[in-house]
């Protein structure tokens, strides 16, 4: 079986420099390192099949980990892990413990790079990647010894892997094998400050302290089942504590960017800032990226008009022409500290989860005010919906001529 892999390759491409650090967690044999020396990076190996391999049934997996780890320089960082599909040999303990133990050696811009298996438990070894050409390898299972495997949902990772955090998904793009899922993540260093109580940081905590309700968005359904096969979306709310299965049923690249915890990091950056303007990282992607779709959410209620007025600018870099985008507005008294998170379940079924009102004042948005700061973007339908609790929502669907 080959598999050509778009987000190792986009990963090298762009963001690999001359002189750049890899951490590659799997052996020497990929042929990935001689590439890597050809580009002028520098190649660690830590040989985890090995460990696995290694490891008996009785042994205390953590304690085995910490022996085998190589020793690395106090200074040392990596811009780049490599993982394959060595975590799903492991269980999330051994995983988040692993990568307590490295996150000394990352910085602020080091990009993981993991494989699972998709729709099918894990095989009884891990895969062999032999390079072949151009970032396609053959996929092998070699060895007789069947080792224990996990099947890690999207959140588990996430979870283990804090405080990196999901920017992109690939699920079947050209080359690519039906049967791998490709995940590329960031760290997030400002994960590490207890005291910014961000948009973010709260998320999670309003997931697990509200239920979920039942909300009717026939247009987002509408919007996307229309889009083409292959299509590249983004979706501009909070990252962590959601569920994306129902998304990837229409959408085979998926991009998260957490707009809101942008914001607020930019808020605790510039306390005096007037609160007009967005970061200069927000929505910056490489080179050749188009987006078919885009997610908002409710994100435009929490937004100043000047934030507003610049979003259509700032997506126009990224979606292709005719792409679409979808947001709503809920009619109520006061904004809640917590967004909304709202997910698609499967193909006619949304959740909202968390408090739909809160006590944070702002000013009513508008159709007519946002179909004045939106003028780039043609409304193609605009229909109103209602919460179980009796409140009233406005559901959007726009697109980008």
């Known amino acids: 079986m080959q598999h050509y892999s778009p987000e190792l390759a986009a ?3 762009h963001h690999l420099t001359s002189g750049a650090r890899v951490l590659d967690l799997g052996s020497s044999t990929t042929g990935t390192t001689q590439v890597l020396l050809a580009r002028q990076c520098s190649c660690y190996v830590e040989d985890l099949p090995d460990y696995l391999d290694q490891l008996q049934p009785d042994d205390d997996p953590i304690a085995a980990l910490d022996q085998h780890l190589l020793p690395k320089g106090k200074d040392m960082r990596f ?12 269980s999330t303990e051994v995983i988040a413990h692993l990568f307590s133990q490295l996150a000394p050696h990352f ?57 990196f955090t999901l920017v992109e ?17 960031a760290f997030d260093a400002r994960a590490g400050d207890k005291r910014l109580h ?17 909300i009717a968005l026939p247009l987002l359904q509408q919007m996307l089942q229309s889009l083409p096969p292959q299509a590249a979306a983004l979706d501009g709310g909070r990252k962590t504590g ?28 510039n306390p005096d800032d007037d609160n ?4 200069q990282a927000l929505l910056r992607y490489r080179e050749g990226v188009q987006l078919d779709a885009v ?3 409710d994100i435009p209620n929490y937004l100043s008009e000047q934030q507003r007025q610049q979003l259509p600018s700032l997506l126009q870099r990224i979606m292709k022409p005719g792409a679409h985008v979808h947001c709503l507005l809920i009619n109520r008294t006061g904004l809640p500290k917590v967004p909304v998170a709202i997910d698609v379940i499967q193909a006619d079924q949304c959740e909202l989860s968390g408090e739909a009102v809160g006590e944070l004042v702002a000013p009513p948005l508008s159709t007519i005010s946002l179909l004045k700061q939106w003028s780039e973007l043609t409304l193609r339908r605009h229909q109103l919906g209602t919460l179980a609790n009796g409140l009233t929502y406005q559901e959007y669907w726009f697109v980008w001529m």
């Open 11 to 13: 990963l090298v491409e």
């Open 79 to 90: 811009d780049l892990v490599l993982c394959w599909d060595l975590l799903s040999y492991m």
């Open 107 to 163: 910085h602020s811009d080091t990009k993981l790079h993991l494989l699972q298996a998709k729709g099918r438990s894990p095989a009884s070894r891990p895969t062999t990647f032999r390079w072949l050409q151009d970032f396609c390898f053959d996929c092998q299972q070699e060895g007789d010894v069947e080792l224990p495997s996990w099947r890690h949902t999207t959140l588990m990772l996430q979870r283990s892997l804090q405080p």
């Open 169 to 185: 998904l690939a699920l079947q793009g050209q080359g690519m094998s039906e049967h791998w899922l490709e995940y590329v993540m």
């Open 198 to 214: 961000s948009v973010a940081a709260q998320s999670a905590r309003s997931v697990r302290e509200s239920a979920g309700q039942a």
């Open 242 to 269: 959601r569920q994306l299965q129902g998304l990837h049923q229409h959408i085979d690249t998926l991009y998260l960017e957490d707009v809101l915890a942008s914001v607020a990091w930019q808020h605790h950056l």
């Open 276 to 279: 007009s303007h967005f970061s």
């Open 295 to 297: 997610l908002l959410w």
